[in-house]
């Protein structure tokens, strides 16, 4: 059974940071692109970082220059460090790991979720 557990969300100030974790498990993911992506109610989920299991990485325009996604893949982990946050990066973020495309990816397994808030 694959599972992907993620932590590090909370209620963070404007300005702040969080760094999310996701650690993949119960299969091999050579070769995967794993990333994140946030929802917010009655939005649709959005894409917003992915790295490939060479290293390269892709941000949405939102994000960039603000979050850093990085991963360890003896660790089967990937990570998001979110800096300067604004209220509006406020959303459930999900770990995502498939197949990378541009600006987006095709998920093949998601995690649970988990809330990120950032108060004025």
């Known amino acids: 059974q694959v599972q992907l557990v993620e932590s590090g969300g909370g209620l963070v100030q404007a300005g702040g940071s969080l760094r999310l974790s996701c650690a993949a498990s119960?299969?091999?993911?050579?070769?995967?692109?794993m990333g994140w992506f946030r929802q917010v109610p009655g939005k649709e989920r959005e894409f917003v970082a992915q790295v490939w299991w060479s290293g390269t990485t892709d941000y949405s325009d939102p994000v960039k220059g603000r979050f850093t996604i990085s991963r360890d893949n003896a660790k089967d982990t990937v990570y998001l460090r979110m800096n300067r946050l604004k209220p509006e990066d406020t959303a459930v973020y999900y770990c995502a790991v498939g197949v990378g495309r541009r600006a987006t990816m095709r998920v093949d397994y998601w995690g649970q979720g988990t809330q990120v808030t950032v108060s004025s």
């Open positions: 119960g299969r091999t993911f050579s070769n995967y692109a």
